[in-house]
């Protein structure tokens, strides 16, 4: 048994991209020294397309289902879409500050109010937040989808 489908899969890799997207586009543009710009695109792909994304993702598998589906059925579904998110773009963050951008690491120091911490301790905590923050990201926006998709037995 696997603990996550193709579907998960899929989606979760979309939304990485979309992650990957956003830190190229703060190096483009110059605009790399804090996560707190209120960049257009800082707004469009870190929010905006997360949702849509999942809402996508748990209409597919309402589609995979035929078309009925539970509100369980389509909250396990962006649950599971979004933890894989999560544990995705802790590497992704990872990488951005070991290999393309460690100076943007002092704005998180002190967005996290970790002064005296070791790059590593701060890297780690970020890593971890970054998968909670995708679950209860998550849990809001499959709520309000799987509310809008389930579709009991056709009568």
């Not at 939304?15 to 710009?37: D, K, P």
């Not at 996290?112 to 926006?141: H, N």
Request: hydrophobic share 50%; aromatic share 14%.
């Amino acid at each position: 048994m696997t603990i996550f489908s193709r579907n998960h899969w899929n989606y979760a890799l979309i939304l990485s991209c979309f992650t990957i997207a956003c830190l190229v586009l703060m190096e483009t543009s110059g605009n790399n020294q804090s996560f707190n710009s209120g960049a257009w695109y800082q707004v469009l792909f870190m929010t905006i397309a997360p949702a849509v994304v999942l809402f996508l993702g748990i209409r597919t598998k309402r589609a995979i289902l035929d078309g009925v589906m539970s509100f369980k059925q389509g909250f396990r579904e962006g649950m599971m879409i979004s933890l894989l998110f999560g544990i995705i773009s802790a590497f992704v963050f990872l990488a951005y500050y070991k290999w393309f951008n460690s100076g943007i690491l002092e704005s998180v120091r002190i967005a996290y109010r970790m002064q005296s911490a070791s790059e590593t301790k701060l890297i780690l905590t970020d890593m971890g937040l970054q998968v909670v923050f995708a679950v209860v990201f998550g849990a809001i926006v499959s709520s309000v989808s799987s509310f809008i998709l389930k579709r009991s037995k056709k009568q």
